[in-house]
Protein backbone atom coordinates (compact mmCIF):
# COMPACT_ATOMS: atom_id res chain seq x y z
CA UNK A 1 0.00 0.00 0.00
CA UNK A 2 2.94 2.58 0.72
CA UNK A 3 3.98 2.18 -3.20
CA UNK A 4 0.53 2.78 -4.16
CA UNK A 5 0.61 5.84 -1.92
CA UNK A 6 4.07 7.29 -3.21
CA UNK A 7 3.19 6.47 -6.49
CA UNK A 8 -0.16 8.78 -6.49
CA UNK A 9 1.58 11.32 -4.96
CA UNK A 10 4.33 11.42 -7.09
CA UNK A 11 1.88 11.81 -9.78
CA UNK A 12 0.36 14.97 -9.20
CA UNK A 13 2.67 17.75 -10.61
CA UNK A 14 2.99 20.36 -8.12
CA UNK A 15 3.86 17.32 -5.46
CA UNK A 16 6.05 15.55 -8.03
CA UNK A 17 9.40 16.90 -7.07
CA UNK A 18 9.42 17.53 -3.34
CA UNK A 19 11.60 15.58 -1.04
CA UNK A 20 11.62 12.22 -0.24
CA UNK A 21 11.11 13.43 3.73
CA UNK A 22 8.54 15.41 2.82
CA UNK A 23 6.49 12.59 0.79
CA UNK A 24 7.65 10.06 3.51
CA UNK A 25 5.76 12.84 6.23
CA UNK A 26 2.81 12.90 3.55
CA UNK A 27 2.16 9.09 3.02
CA UNK A 28 1.61 8.65 7.08
CA UNK A 29 -1.04 11.40 6.97
CA UNK A 30 -2.81 9.45 4.43
CA UNK A 31 -5.83 7.46 6.02
CA UNK A 32 -8.07 4.73 3.85
CA UNK A 33 -11.44 5.12 4.14
CA UNK A 34 -14.16 3.25 2.87
CA UNK A 35 -17.54 4.06 0.86
CA UNK A 36 -20.16 2.03 -0.03
CA UNK A 37 -21.77 1.46 -3.35
CA UNK A 38 -23.45 4.34 -4.16
CA UNK A 39 -22.62 6.53 -1.45
CA UNK A 40 -22.59 10.41 -1.81
CA UNK A 41 -18.53 11.26 -1.52
CA UNK A 42 -19.35 14.89 -2.27
CA UNK A 43 -21.74 17.33 -3.43
CA UNK A 44 -22.09 20.14 -5.94
CA UNK A 45 -20.75 22.96 -3.66
CA UNK A 46 -18.52 21.60 -0.82
CA UNK A 47 -15.17 22.36 -0.53
CA UNK A 48 -12.99 19.50 0.45
CA UNK A 49 -9.41 20.05 2.68
CA UNK A 50 -8.43 16.58 1.39
CA UNK A 51 -6.70 15.28 -0.98
CA UNK A 52 -7.89 11.53 -2.12
CA UNK A 53 -6.90 8.83 -4.24
CA UNK A 54 -9.02 6.21 -5.38
CA UNK A 55 -7.21 2.83 -4.54
CA UNK A 56 -10.39 0.20 -5.49
CA UNK A 57 -13.43 0.78 -7.22
CA UNK A 58 -15.06 3.34 -9.36
CA UNK A 59 -16.81 6.74 -8.43
CA UNK A 60 -19.18 8.34 -10.75
CA UNK A 61 -19.03 11.82 -11.23
CA UNK A 62 -22.80 13.53 -11.32
CA UNK A 63 -23.75 16.75 -12.33
CA UNK A 64 -26.85 18.56 -12.04
CA UNK A 65 -28.52 19.76 -15.20
CA UNK A 66 -30.16 23.62 -14.00
CA UNK A 67 -30.86 24.24 -17.33
CA UNK A 68 -34.56 22.97 -16.84
CA UNK A 69 -37.50 25.01 -16.00
CA UNK A 70 -38.63 23.68 -12.89
CA UNK A 71 -37.09 21.02 -10.10
CA UNK A 72 -39.29 18.06 -11.47
CA UNK A 73 -37.24 18.48 -14.85
CA UNK A 74 -33.87 18.80 -13.38
CA UNK A 75 -31.62 15.61 -13.80
CA UNK A 76 -28.09 14.37 -12.93
CA UNK A 77 -25.66 13.69 -15.71
CA UNK A 78 -22.68 12.01 -16.12
CA UNK A 79 -19.66 14.16 -15.84
CA UNK A 80 -16.65 11.66 -14.94
CA UNK A 81 -15.69 8.41 -14.57
CA UNK A 82 -12.91 7.81 -12.06
CA UNK A 83 -11.06 4.37 -12.24
CA UNK A 84 -8.58 3.17 -9.95
CA UNK A 85 -5.72 5.60 -9.49
CA UNK A 86 -7.61 8.59 -9.80
CA UNK A 87 -6.77 11.57 -7.64
CA UNK A 88 -9.69 14.01 -6.46
CA UNK A 89 -10.30 16.92 -4.60
CA UNK A 90 -6.70 17.95 -5.04
CA UNK A 91 -7.85 21.68 -6.45
CA UNK A 92 -9.91 22.42 -3.26
CA UNK A 93 -6.77 20.89 -1.57
CA UNK A 94 -4.26 23.97 -2.61
CA UNK A 95 -6.94 26.40 -2.98
CA UNK A 96 -7.03 29.35 -0.59
CA UNK A 97 -11.16 28.78 -0.01
CA UNK A 98 -9.84 25.12 1.22
CA UNK A 99 -7.42 26.65 3.54
CA UNK A 100 -10.58 28.76 5.31
CA UNK A 101 -12.24 25.03 6.73
Known amino acids: MMTFRRDMIRN ?3 LAKMP ?3 INE ?7 KRFAKGSIILKSGDVSNKLMFL ?3 TIDVLVT ?3 AENEADKEE ?5 LNTGS ?3 AYTFISD ?5
Open 12 to 14: LHY
Open 20 to 22: DEI
Open 26 to 32: LICCLDV
Open 55 to 57: RHG
Open 65 to 67: NHV
Open 77 to 81: LLFDH
Open 87 to 89: CFC
Open 97 to 101: DAQQL
